[in-house]
């Protein structure tokens, strides 16, 4: 059997290779001769905006590739084609003595594909042989895919420490300890553990389903930077419900009791959950009356906080992270805050709606399983929990938005609904401003830092830092929205 694998150097091959594992494996078949079309420069997937090339041809364009392709190396014979012809007249001339064309296909919205044109169509449309359309992955899996990329040549698989797989451990026994872990909040906890940072004989169903002896996990974690990490992510989950079960206050309690946390200490990261909820943005918000341009108005703070909060949830310092995602917790509040004031409410008490939101959807645990993977695996878990922090943001803002456009009758599973869908509309938003995100975090990384530090000192207060991130990182350019 002969397919043609039109690739690039991108998450979306990288999705065409693992359909292409588990396809192959259902299929049976015997003896597949793969040939791996790959057009160099400009990385364009439009056939008629893209110009003809006469540059050389990187070398090392199929070193990558075959990093890419190296999964099906020993079930496939490959061949590697890379040339700069034009994309769609490349594809389809070598198609025709082929059994089957395999293809990515990016994300656009309806303006773009009737300016851009679609490559993915274009073949379609002209193909003599099927043609199978792999889409391109979400925010989240891009930020892992990139990474694959980026890794060339292979790496050896991230490990955890014991001292991090035992936080771990304690973080899943205090999401489950009230005994209302249901498929969802499951779901959510497996979408923020990589099973590729799991030791080789542990599975994430083992992990989550297996008891877990709190005690025993908690004398494992023996650093003073770990215990103080995992004290606040016990304490922000057991706090991100409307009641504090029992079973939770017990568990904390134990936490601190074994680490013996200075009470100074206690205070501060307990600080960093109760008041970053309360923050409200010291400025004046007038409402609009004009439905077009508040709803432009809205949709830029979204735009803009979202971002903010996807730098600071992307912030590689394990410790540090802590207090940069309060600031975001203190971001997210403010945006719905001005939200309400927009739409009239300027003594809207953004709180009760957040714990409306993270009570039902789950995410004050989905997002502290990912920002404590930043603390497990740095590189991988800061582009997961950025990519996390930006979609959860712009969801909360369009959520809120929703809300008040309602006259605030909307219920839980209409929220739930909005949410979920705000969400997919965030993992393409996101993936358009990722380069603007990768600038922010470059020039604001030193005094990001610089603030954080003053703040675990105690030489800044927490509503002043939070005044300096938002006056900071809120009053950026608008980045490229459509």
Known sequence: MKILVAADISPTTICVVEFLQKWLKLAAVDLVELMVVHVYEPELDYEESAPEITREISPI???ELKHIFQPLSEICKIKYIITNEKHGDSILSRGLDVDMIVMGRRRRNQLEEMVLGSLSQYVLHRATCPVIIVPEPTARQVTQKVLQIESFPATPKPTISN????RLKVLIYIAKVDGNLDEQEKAQLKGGLQAELLPDDVSFENLLNSPINLEEELIKITSKEEQELTYYAAYILANSKTEYHPDEMKAVNLILEKFQIAPEKVEQLENLVNKSFDFQNASIVQPIDDPKLRNEVIELKILRCAIATSVLGGFPSPLLST?????????????IS???ALWGHQKFKPKPLLETMVVNLGLVSAWLVAVDITKLVPKLGSAIASADAFTATWAMGKAANSYFSSGQQLDKSALRQTFRQARKEGDVVYQRNQ???????KVHATQIKS????????????EEYQKQIQKLLVTIKQPSYL
Not at 163 to 166: G, L
Not at 323 to 335: D, H, K, N, P, V
Not at 451 to 462: K, M, N, Q, S, Y
Request: proline letters at 0%; hydrophobic letters at 45%; a negative charge.
């Open 451 to 462: 603030l954080t530090e003053d703040l675990r000192a105690g030489r800044l207060i927490l």
């Open 323 to 335: 207090y940069t995602e309060a600031a975001a917790f203190g971001l997210q509040t403010s945006l």
């Open 163 to 166: 001292e991090a797989f035992a």
């Open 61 to 63: 364009s199929e070193k």
């Open 338 to 340: 001005e939200i309400a």
């Open 435 to 441: 380069s603007a995100i990768s600038q922010q975090q």
